[in-house]
């Protein structure tokens, strides 16, 4: 199983530690089970701040920053930062997944925000069958499809810009260029 970790000052500490040359060692399986996800990893870490000796902290670091590492290479953990975080949650964006507490969990009333409004440009228009028009925005790659347009609606022009706005029962207002906003969904 994968695990997800954001952390801002452990990095410069690892990274600290590993340029000293701390030698990674295996986590014994019993201790992997002993926390849950992140906290199996991170607990290790913060004992070490309690630690008053300089030789004994600098190696309870070494240890604890060692599994860290080890399960970096051998691909357990993953060290994720706020950016990669937001990339993440904007090209996922129209997409039901469940609250897995990796993708958010802030209750920032400025990232509230951005889930309910999104801001893309459209890289490609395709009309489909009985009026449907599909279009491909530039984040992620998303497909998002207008199963009933107006008749008078004026065609999207790869370029547009284009707003998303949270609606009801997975559906989102699809607005391109500040015109009405029309029903749609993502399908891909």
Same mark, same amino acid.
């Given at each position: ?84 975080? $937001? ?5 996922? =964006? ?5 609250? /897995? !507490? *990796?993708? @958010? ?60 706005? $949270? ?5 989102? =207002? ?5 015109? /009405? !906003? *029309?029903? @749609?969904?993502?399908?891909?």
């Amino acid at each position: 199983m994968r695990h997800y970790i954001y952390i801002g000052p452990i990095i410069a500490i690892s990274s600290y530690l590993t340029a000293v040359g701390v030698a990674a060692q295996d986590m014994p399986a019993d201790e992997v089970g002993a926390g849950s996800g992140a906290v199996a990893y991170l607990d290790p870490l913060k004992q070490c701040l309690s630690i008053a000796e300089n030789g004994e902290r600098l190696a309870c670091y070494d240890e604890a920053v060692g599994r860290v590492v080890t399960a970096a290479d051998e691909g357990n953990v993953t060290l994720v930062d706020r950016q990669d975080v $937001k990339t993440t949650r904007r090209n996922l =964006f129209g997409f039901r997944i469940p609250d /897995l !507490g *990796i993708l @958010g969990g802030n209750s920032d009333e400025e990232e509230e925000e951005e889930e309910k409004l999104f801001e893309s440009t459209i890289t490609k228009v395709s009309f489909r069958e009985r009026r449907a028009i599909s279009i491909t925005i530039k984040d992620g790659d998303a497909v998002w499809r207008m199963a009933n347009p107006p008749r008078n609606m004026l065609r999207p022009k790869v370029g547009d810009t284009v707003v998303f706005k $949270k609606a009801s029962l997975g559906t989102y =207002f699809i607005r391109i260029n500040g015109r /009405l !906003g *029309i029903k @749609g969904k993502r399908v891909e």
